[in-house]
């Protein structure tokens, strides 16, 4: 459900829970309300314009920090790799783009006259092609252990979400921003996405479940969420 408070749109989740719990979420400060399913819409609602001003300020933030993040894929700007800060050098080349890791330098190789847009469309690129291989990797080790397989996956720039599982295709996605977090960061989100193929909420089989497979997960997914505020009434 979507409800529409003083012109902002908040999604509003029904769970088996016991508080409210707001959320506004990176990258784009979308705004979110988990509730429980006994709550009332009108409940709802004025919980949600009691927090607008909060609301609006976390928002802000998220816009200002949108701001800074903006890249021109120029030599000197940082690139994360798997957790690991490189500095960008950009050279120039007529026969055709190239990137590599030299310790902690990354060199982009592109021609002079291109744009940020198309510099960031390579380097997106060469992120899905990481990301491909540890997926590769690691999912079919996860599909033993947990003995859920998924039928297929794909790789995709999300904004919200770090990870998907959709029930009617048998497929998981992949954020392709997972290929600049630390590699556990990616386990814990096959782990997760797997687990959904077997429980359709976070509910307390989910939360079993991921205890049971990554006992370090509550600690990975803070990682990975870093820029998340979360505001618990
Ligand atoms: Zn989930």
Not at 107 to 130: D, F, I, M, P, W
Not at 204 to 233: C, H, P, Q, S, V
């Amino acid at each position: 459900m979507i409800i529409m408070v003083q012109g902002i749109e908040i999604e509003v989740l029904k769970k088996q829970i016991k508080n409210l719990h707001l959320s506004v979420l990176p990258p784009n400060g979308a705004v979110r309300i988990s509730v429980p399913a006994t709550v009332s819409d009108e409940s709802i609602r004025l919980f949600a314009v009691s927090k607008i001003s909060w609301i609006k300020e976390q928002q802000n933030k998220f816009k200002t920090q949108l701001r800074h993040n903006e890249r021109e894929y120029v030599s000197g700007e940082t690139l994360f790799i798997w957790g690991k800060q490189h500095y960008l050098k950009v050279e120039y080349s007529n026969k055709g783009n190239g990137f590599e890791i030299q310790g902690e330098t990354a060199v982009l190789t592109v021609r002079k006259e291109s744009s940020a847009r198309q510099r960031e469309n390579y380097v997106h690129e060469v992120l899905r092609g990481y990301l491909k291989t540890e997926i590769t990797r690691l999912l079919p080790i996860w599909e033993a252990k947990t003995g859920l397989n998924c039928k297929r996956w794909q790789t995709k720039y999300m904004k919200t979400h770090w990870g998907s599982y959709s029930k009617k295709t048998g497929s998981i996605s992949f954020n392709l921003q997972l290929a600049k977090k630390p590699v556990d960061c990616l386990e814990y989100i096959i782990v997760h996405e797997l687990g959904h193929i077997q429980h359709r909420n976070h509910g307390k089989g989910f939360i079993e479940y991921m205890d049971k497979y990554l006992a370090y997960w509550r600690e990975t997914k803070d990682k990975l969420n870093g820029l998340t505020l979360d505001f618990i009434e």
